[in-house]
T-cell receptor, first 114, second 110 residues
Framework: DSGVTQTPKHLITATGQRVTLRCSPR?????VYWYQQSLDQGLQFLIQ???????AKGNILERFSAQQFPDLHSELNLSSLELGDSALYFC?????????????FGPGTRLTVT | TQLLEQSPQFLSIQEGENLTVYCNSS?????LQWYRQEPGEGPVLLVT?????EVKKLKRLTFQFGDARKDSSLHITAAQPGDTGLYLC??????????FGPGTRLSVLP
């Protein structure tokens, strides 16, 4: 158990809809990262938040947005969903450990768009 | 742009065999992590290497960080079906974000 929690585990929705994915980082971790993993593909970095502020952006579509709340949990909002958005969405949290940073991943949310 | 390459991309071996997975870059990294991911699950951190030339062992897994901190290897001795999964190397540098390799998909057949 990494200590990172994600809800829901599975989500099935229709094209054009909007969904919200939730992530709670490990206790004490200030950074949260969101990744998308399509079938048999690598992890694509979407966005990073640090202590409530956006820190870095990757290949995140304009239809997607995220935020990190004062209690450090984060939400990823996906709107106007398309079939191609079907994927596993992972969040990870990190902190400095022995002079470097390590990421710990949650179990993921499997999104299916029909 | 920092890139990490991994080889081989796919590896299918019999139980009991040894194997080595490589992670290479033209860039220097402050640290490098190795993860194993099973289908439908999140990547699990196996090890972090920080010092050039560092060797870390985790049971039958041996991880090495190159002297110049540009490359790393993962050696598995006497592979078991439970070792099956996607192995990811991830580099990190101060002031930058994590850089992911494409992964090596390992299948260990009983």
């Amino acid at each position: 158990d990494s200590g990172v929690t994600q809800t829901p585990k599975h989500l099935i929705t229709a094209t054009g809809q909007r969904v919200t994915l939730r992530c709670s980082p490990r206790s004490g971790d200030l950074s949260v990262y969101w990744y998308q993993q399509s079938l048999d593909q690598g992890l694509q970095f979407l966005i990073q938040y640090y202590n409530g502020e956006e820190r870095a952006k990757g290949n995140i579509l304009e239809r997607f947005s995220a935020q990190q709340f004062p209690d450090l949990h984060s939400e990823l909002n996906l709107s106007s969903l398309e079939l191609g958005d079907s994927a596993l969405y992972f969040c990870a949290s990190s902190r400095q450990t022995s002079g470097t940073y390590e990421q710990y991943f949650g179990p993921g949310t499997r999104l299916t768009v029909t | 742009t920092q890139l990490l390459e991994q080889s081989p991309q796919f590896l299918s071996i019999q139980e009991g065999e040894n194997l080595t997975v490589y992670c290479n870059s033209s860039s220097v990294f402050s640290s490098l992590q190795w993860y194993r991911q099973e289908p439908g699950e999140g990547p699990v951190l196996l090890v972090t290497v920080v010092t050039g030339g560092e060797v870390k062992k985790l049971k039958r897994l041996t991880f090495q960080f190159g002297d110049a901190r540009k490359d790393s290897s993962l050696h598995i001795t006497a592979a078991q079906p439970g070792d099956t999964g996607l192995y990811l190397c991830v580099g990190w540098n101060y002031g930058q974000n994590f850089v992911f390799g494409p992964g090596t998909r390992l299948s260990v057949l009983p």
